[in-house]
C-alpha cells in the first residue's frame, strides 16, 4: 500500500503560524502529515474556521486506493477561514460524529 506522507506538499499549499509550527513539534506530527490530511482529508466548516480530518470513512474509502491512511486517521487541522494558514494541528481521541 503506497503512503500517502510521500506525496509532493505542493498539491495543498499551506502557510503555518507560529502557534501551528511550535504544536506540530510538541505533537510530533509532521509537515508531509498535515499536507496529506489537507488532501486525502475531510472539511468541514464550523465557528468561523475550517476543518480537515482523516476519520474511519476516509481510511477505509482510499484503503480501496492503495493509499494507506491510517497512521493520519483522528489528525485534525484547523485553518483560517479566508486564507491558507493553518493555526493549529492535533490528533482528536474523540469519535467524529458524522
Given at each position: 500500500?503506497?503512503?500517502?506522507?510521500?506525496?509532493?506538499?505542493?498539491?495543498?499549499?499551506?502557510?503555518?503560524?507560529?502557534?501551528?509550527s511550535?504544536?506540530?513539534?510538541?505533537?510530533?506530527?509532521?509537515?508531509?502529515?498535515?499536507?496529506?490530511?489537507?488532501?486525502?482529508?475531510r472539511?468541514?466548516?464550523?465557528?468561523?474556521?475550517?476543518?480537515f480530518?482523516?476519520?474511519?470513512?476516509?481510511?477505509?474509502?482510499?484503503?480501496?486506493?492503495?493509499?494507506?491512511?491510517?497512521?493520519?486517521?483522528?489528525?485534525?487541522?484547523?485553518?483560517?477561514?479566508?486564507?491558507n494558514?493553518?493555526i493549529?494541528?492535533?490528533?482528536?481521541t474523540?469519535?467524529?460524529?458524522?
Open positions: 500500500m503506497r503512503n500517502p506522507a510521500q506525496n509532493d506538499e505542493s498539491s495543498a499549499p499551506f502557510v503555518l503560524t507560529d502557534h501551528a511550535l504544536r506540530m513539534s510538541q505533537r510530533g506530527i509532521r509537515r508531509d502529515q498535515l499536507a496529506a490530511v489537507l488532501r486525502f482529508g472539511c468541514r466548516h464550523t465557528r468561523g474556521a475550517r476543518y480530518f482523516v476519520g474511519r470513512k476516509e481510511v477505509r474509502r482510499y484503503a480501496g486506493q492503495g493509499l494507506n491512511l491510517r497512521p493520519l486517521e483522528n489528525l485534525q487541522v484547523l485553518m483560517a477561514p479566508c486564507s494558514a493553518v493549529t494541528v492535533y490528533r482528536n474523540r469519535p467524529l460524529r458524522n
